[in-house]
């Protein structure tokens, strides 16, 4: 069982950066793939950013084309940990970010594991 803590997450102004972490249990932590995704107020979960490997130790990323260029996923397989570097936050970012975990190598789809989310809010 795969068990995952966000932090990270407050307040912040419009233009801003935020980070958030995720913090994994498990030993097989590096084979999973590893997403962030968002719920605001009124609206449905989306995703917006993951991060898999596709061989030996390299991993690719796949964003939502609402955060292209603002935000960056990363990992930290030694420390069980997936990132998300926010930057140039946006009010319409405000929403609870959940990270989440599954074992197909694959983004879409529904995933296996998730954590209990972190409020971001980007005031204007």
């Known amino acids: 069982q795969v068990q995952l803590v966000e932090s990270g997450g407050g307040l912040v102004q419009a233009g801003g950066s935020l980070k958030l972490s995720c913090a994994a249990s498990?030993?097989?932590?590096?084979?999973?793939?590893m997403g962030w995704f968002r719920q605001a107020p009124g609206k449905e979960r989306e995703f917006v950013a993951g991060t898999r490997g596709v061989g030996g130790t390299v991993y690719d990323a796949d964003y939502a084309d609402a955060v292209k260029g603002r935000f960056t996923i990363y990992r930290d397989n030694a420390k069980n940990a997936v990132y998300l570097q926010m930057n140039s936050l946006k009010p319409e970012d405000t929403a609870i970010y959940y990270c989440a975990a599954k074992k197909d190598n694959y983004y879409s789809g529904p995933y296996d594991h998730w954590g209990q989310g972190t409020q971001v809010t980007v005031s204007s």
């Open positions: 498990g030993r097989t932590f590096s084979t999973y793939v």
